[in-house]
């Protein structure tokens, strides 16, 4: 078994520089992996840290900035082109779900019968929440 490890793809804030991308990070174990924002170039960052983009299962968006939200929409037509098939869950507020589905509706990833199923997930804001994964008025 591999050792678990996270790595930052990204540590500027909203304007880049030639040497560092929006703030993003990638946590990596047992052959999954989840990334914390979604800045541009997510896809070749993660291959540049060596980690498998299609060992993807979750995304999360901690807020709807967009050098947080913008890579989005192209990080799910990349996996696309690559022949994905397993689900995608992108995590974030309740009140992010919206915003984000509109986002990838507007570049014509979300319910295509071409692609893989992308499940927007809401977390509450608390001490302690949890992923529900479960039913959600918001959710398809």
């Given at each position: 078994m591999s050792a678990a490890r996270v790595a930052f793809l990204g540590t500027s804030a909203a304007l880049t520089s030639a040497a560092r991308d929006n703030t993003s990070l990638v946590f990596e174990a047992?052959?999954?992996a989840v990334?914390?924002?979604c800045g541009?170039?997510?896809?070749n960052r993660l291959r540049r840290?060596?980690?498998?983009?299609?060992a993807l299962t979750?995304?999360?968006v901690t807020h709807v900035h967009v050098d947080?939200?913008?890579?989005?929409?192209?990080?799910?037509r990349q996996l696309m082109l690559q022949g994905r098939h397993t689900p995608l869950t992108i995590v974030c507020r309740p009140e992010h779900v919206e915003p984000l589905r509109t986002l990838l509706t507007a570049f014509r990833v979300w319910a295509r019968p071409?692609?893989?199923p992308l499940r927007l997930v809401p977390v509450e804001l608390a001490v302690g929440a949890g992923v529900n994964e479960g039913p959600h008025?918001?959710?398809p």
């Open positions: 047992a052959g999954t990334l914390v924002d541009g170039g997510a896809l840290l060596g980690v498998d983009p299609l979750h995304v999360v947080h939200a913008y890579g989005l929409p192209s990080l799910v071409d692609g893989f008025p918001l959710l």
